[in-house]
Structure formats: structure tokens, C-alpha cells
């Protein structure tokens, strides 16, 4: 499954939303009825981590200044206030079907 | 608190060999599957391979099958990663990480360790 995150990079002024788009190749509809896409959020010199699963619940510790929507193959992560600790890239990944397939990324930066 | 530590990466030349380890701790870690991730210089996330909490099942990217075997031991807590004939195109940080690996559902990593940074030059 092919992912496909756009735009490449978005510049944000603190405080002001962000929004960025996933889009697969194959619907990530389970036959369990749940949707297997999740986003995570790799800071400058950090290893990746868990922001949001299966579209739009929150990771423990998340803030719920973000926020992923969505369904089928076009998701959505939205920042309502960018912070600037929220800088860094953002991946989403799809986990329905081995092997696990990451787009290729949204690096946020601050104005 | 979960921890992972990653160690044995470093230089290595082509078609040579490599094991890295990953120290677990904060969870019980035979019941959770766990994972490699790589990332190479400057580029996105690959998914390398993935081993059930019992080590019963393991599962490989198309890219390392053949060449990497991952396998555990939950008396110690680590998760290793032989990696076998290495091409420049392995050299990558390598990531561990916990996730959950279900048969028929959600498969997706909680958490990640630091790495370690493997480069494949003569």
C-alpha cells in the first residue's frame, strides 16, 4: 500500500492551525469495521512517536490540540494551535497489511 | 516507564555481518510484539521486520527477507537483529519498537526506542 502525505513542508506562525492531508492507495477499512491508519510526529534529533491511531484517537500524552480525521484512503491531521515543540515531521502510516508502509512525510516548521 | 535501548550498530563493510540488540524494560515484554524500523540518512521511515510476543511468528520486509532474521529472548528482555550480507543501501539508523502486530488486525508501534546508526562502507 502506497502512502502519500502532502504537503512536503508547511511553515506555521505559532498559534495559528495546520492541517496536512494522508492519502493511500487501498482503503484502510478493516473488515472489523475499524480503520487502520496512524500518524506520528518524528522531532529534530528524536526517534518517532505515537501521536494519533486508527484515524482520529489520541495517544497517551497527546495533547488534544491535534486531531485526525477521516476514512477509506483520505485522512487528515490537524493542528487547532501549533506550538513550537510542535516542530519536526510528520509520518502517516497505514497498518491493515504486512508490510507496513509510511508516506513520506510533512515537515512543519515555525514562521 | 517504557525504555528501549538499542546497541551493536557501527560500521560494517559490504556483504559483511552485524546484530543489533534492544534492551526492553517499564513493560512485560513477552506479551507485546516487537519491531525494526529504519531510517536512512536524511530520508523517511521503512519497515524492516516484526516478530510476534512469543517469538512464534516473524514477519520481513521483501528488502531484507532472506538476509536479516529477527528473534527474542523474553527470560532477557531484548530483541535482536542479525543482519547478513549488508549493502551500502542497509546503512540506516535502526529503530526498535513496541507494537502490536495483530493476526487479522491493527498492526502499529507504541513506542520507539533511540536507535543506532548502522553504515555499510568499504
Known amino acids: 500500500i502506497v502512502m502519500t502525505q502532502t504537503p512536503l513542508s508547511l511553515s506555521v506562525t505559532p498559534g495559528q492551525p495546520a492541517s496536512f492531508s494522508c492519502k493511500s492507495s487501498?482503503?484502510?477499512?478493516?473488515?472489523?469495521?475499524?480503520?487502520?491508519l496512524y500518524w506520528y510526529l518524528q522531532k529534530p534529533g528524536q526517534s518517532p512517536q505515537l501521536l494519533i491511531y486508527?484515524?482520529?484517537s489520541r495517544f497517551s500524552g497527546v495533547p488534544d490540540r491535534f486531531s485526525g480525521s477521516g476514512s477509506g484512503t483520505d485522512f487528515t491531521l490537524k493542528i487547532s494551535r501549533v506550538e513550537a515543540e510542535d516542530v519536526g515531521v510528520y509520518y502517516c502510516?497505514?497498518?491493515?497489511?504486512?508490510?507496513?508502509?509510511f508516506g513520506g512525510g510533512t515537515k512543519v516548521e515555525i514562521k | 516507564e517504557v525504555q528501549l535501548l538499542e546497541s551493536g550498530g557501527g560500521l560494517v563493510q559490504p556483504g559483511g555481518s552485524l546484530r543489533l540488540s534492544c534492551a526492553a524494560s517499564?513493560?512485560?515484554?513477552?506479551?507485546?510484539?516487537m519491531s525494526w524500523v529504519r531510517q536512512a540518512p536524511g530520508k523517511g521511515l521503512e519497515w524492516v521486520s516484526g516478530?510476534?510476543?512469543?517469538?512464534?511468528?516473524?514477519y520481513y520486509a521483501d528488502s531484507v527477507r532472506g538476509r536479516f532474521t529477527i528473534s527474542r529472548d523474553n527470560f532477557k528482555n531484548t530483541l535482536y537483529l542479525q543482519m547478513e550480507s549488508l549493502r551500502a543501501e542497509d546503512t540506516a539508523a535502526y529503530y526498535c519498537?513496541?507494537?502490536?502486530?495483530?493476526?487479522?488486525?491493527?498492526?502499529?508501534?507504541?513506542?520507539w526506542g533511540q536507535g543506532t546508526l548502522v553504515t555499510v562502507s568499504s
Open positions: 519498537a513496541k507494537a502490536i502486530i495483530a493476526v487479522g488486525g491493527p498492526k502499529y508501534f507504541q513506542h
Open positions: 517499564g513493560f512485560t515484554f513477552s506479551n507485546y510484539a
Open positions: 516478530i510476534s510476543g512469543s517469538g512464534g511468528s516473524t
Open positions: 487501498q482503503s484502510l477499512l478493516h473488515s472489523d469495521g475499524k480503520t487502520y
Open positions: 486508527e484515524v482520529s
Open positions: 502510516m497505514q497498518g491493515i497489511h504486512l508490510p507496513l508502509t
